[in-house]
């Protein structure tokens, strides 16, 4: 059926066209006016997820996260929105057990098994949360009877949204403030029995070794032990000179040198020299001979005397020097057991300062946390912030009558056209040239006019080319 056939069935039967028009749209106008009107509040949300962390330990906004992970962060903030806790939290708030709605339909349900699952049920089914696309912004709608319960509604699902954030935020924060303050009291313990170890340790063993005290114990014994290798070189020396001593004090320089010494040998020189003129003018017999022999032996044996006395001078002097060099020796004994002493206690309080400092950091760290968890745990902030609280709607969102009837329109006038077409083929006619060729198996040779273009003398219409149906049968 081509234009021409269904413009001339439309012609044909406009009546039943008009009919079924007129019927849709009149149904839909009548419809639209006597439904219950229903009306639709809004809230706009502004989602950050920094917002909330006052510490600022949180990973950054959400601006900064990759568009994946924000749409999926948005998409998880519109399934808490139209969640269950949420809606069971609003229907208790706002005591929607007692709207007519809810009375209506719970009165109407058959298996409810809880009255507030139910009306959280059928306020889930009125709620509708849009986010918009490359955006923080997220939008939730309620749409009700009534419009004050509307918008309570919808602020109702703010303000539970808000606090269940809050909630999901501070709850964590309480759990860990209640851990760190358990554990706080036993790493209190640990430090105060490592702080009374070390002190203890340090009374027990009456010191307060540090580094400066340990330079200068040091120093000492170094000192101590130089002197000791000049005790031993003196020593040495002087049981050398001793055993020069015993053997031939004349050749030890300090003897040979002394002035007693030299005033003596130079009188033994002298009884020896007269002694000697003696025996060349006397001969041995003789008393100046004799007297000269005894003044020489006199000279000699106070000689020999005096260098006794010095040899054993020089005797106690090494012993002198082996009884220093053995004083020093057990001098740096002691002094290197007190240093190795003390580099003991320091192992040991270093030992011990280390654990009252890692005890300490520890429990540092975990106050910290405490506090940051206590704090974290008081806040009241949220990750949402509420850009347009809803509204009283004034105007009512359904139904839409003057949308409903130009839609009515639309579809009256397609189906209205199907219903003339579909009467036209269960009562065929023909109307045009197509017709008859469709119903007639031979060529069309012409078309009449109408009666009266013949009575006018109208002569007919010649179809050429074989009768090829062109132009309109009269009726």
């Given at each position: 059926?081509?234009?021409?056939?269904?413009?001339?069935?439309?012609?044909?039967?406009?009546?039943?066209?008009?009919?079924?028009?007129?019927?849709?749209?009149?149904?839909?106008?009548?419809?639209?006016?006597?439904?219950?009107?229903?009306?639709?509040?809004?809230?706009?949300?502004?989602?950050?997820?920094?917002?909330?962390d006052v510490l600022g330990n949180s990973?950054?906004?959400?601006?900064?996260?990759?568009?994946?992970?924000?749409?999926?962060?948005?998409?998880?903030?519109?399934?808490?929105?139209?969640?269950?806790?949420?809606?069971?939290?609003?229907?208790?708030?706002?005591?929607?057990?007692?709207e007519p709605l809810i009375k209506?339909?719970?009165?109407?349900?058959?298996?409810?098994?809880?009255?507030?699952?139910?009306?959280?049920?059928?306020?889930?089914?009125?709620?509708?949360?849009?986010?918009?696309?490359?955006?923080?912004?997220?939008?939730?709608?309620?749409?009700?009877?009534?419009?004050e319960t509307a918008a309570a509604i919808a602020n109702g699902f703010a303000d539970a949204y808000r606090g269940f954030t809050t909630q999901m935020r501070t709850q964590p924060a309480r759990q860990s403030a209640e851990f760190f303050n358990e554990q706080l009291k036993t790493l209190r313990s640990d430090l105060e029995r490592a702080q009374a170890k070390l002190s203890a340790y340090q009374q027990e063993n009456k010191i307060a070794v540090s580094d400066a005290r340990m330079d200068i114990e040091s120093a000492r014994?170094?000192?101590?032990?130089?002197?000791?290798?000049?005790?031993?070189g003196a020593s040495a020396d002087a049981?050398?000179?001793?055993?020069?001593?015993?053997?031939?004090?004349?050749a030890i320089p300090e003897i040979a040198t002394s002035g007693i010494i030299t005033q003596l040998r130079s009188e033994v020189a002298r009884a020896q020299s007269e002694l000697d003129q003696a025996a060349?003018?006397?001969?041995?017999?003789?008393?100046?001979?004799?007297?000269?022999?005894?003044?020489?032996q006199t000279a000699q044996a106070s000689l020999d005397r005096e260098l006794?006395?010095?040899?054993?001078?020089?005797?106690?002097?090494?012993?002198?020097?082996?009884?220093?060099?053995?004083?020093?020796?057990?001098?740096?004994?002691?002094?290197?057991q007190k240093v190795l002493e003390f580099g003991r206690q320091r192992d040991d309080l270093s030992v011990l300062s280390r654990e009252v400092d890692s005890a300490q950091k520890v429990f540092d760290l975990a106050l910290q946390r405490f506090a940051e968890s206590n704090i974290q745990s008081q806040a009241s902030v949220t990750d949402a912030t509420v850009l347009n609280a809803a509204t009283v709607p004034a105007i009512a969102s359904k139904p839409k009558v003057f949308l409903n009837i130009l839609v009515s329109m639309v579809g009256g006038a397609l189906?209205?056209?199907?219903?003339?077409?579909?009467?036209?083929?269960?009562?065929?006619?023909?109307?045009?040239?197509?017709?008859?060729?469709?119903?007639?198996?031979?060529?069309?040779l012409g078309v009449l006019p109408p009666a009266s273009a013949r009575l006018q003398g109208s002569p007919a219409v010649a179809l050429p080319g074989g009768g090829n149906p062109k132009g309109l049968l009269g009726r």
């Open positions: 059926m081509n234009f021409l056939q269904l413009l001339t069935v439309v012609r044909a039967r406009w009546t039943i066209a008009v009919a079924v028009f007129a019927t849709v749209v009149g149904v839909t106008t009548v419809l639209s006016l006597i439904l219950p009107k229903q009306y639709t509040a809004s809230v706009n949300f502004v989602i950050d997820p920094k917002g909330g990973g950054g906004s959400i601006a900064m996260m990759t568009p994946q992970l924000a749409a999926t962060y948005m998409a998880t903030q519109a399934q808490i929105l139209q969640s269950k806790r949420i809606a069971t939290q609003v229907v208790r708030k706002l005591n929607l057990l007692e209506r339909e719970l009165a109407e349900a058959t298996d409810v098994r809880s009255p507030e699952e139910f009306a959280s049920e059928v306020l889930g089914k009125r709620i509708d949360v849009a986010a918009a696309k490359d955006s923080q912004l997220l939008t939730i709608s309620v749409t009700w009877p009534n419009p014994l170094a000192e101590l032990s130089s002197q000791l290798s000049q005790a031993q049981r050398a000179r001793a055993l020069q001593g015993g053997r031939a004090g004349s060349k003018a006397y001969g041995p017999n003789h008393p100046s001979y004799q007297q000269r022999a005894a003044q020489l006794r006395s010095l040899s054993g001078s020089m005797g106690s002097a090494s012993q002198a020097s082996e009884q220093r060099e053995a004083e020093l020796r057990r001098a740096v004994e002691n002094q290197r189906l209205a056209l199907c219903v003339a077409i579909l009467v036209e083929l269960a009562d065929r006619r023909v109307r045009t040239v197509y017709d008859a060729a469709d119903f007639v198996d031979a060529p069309i």
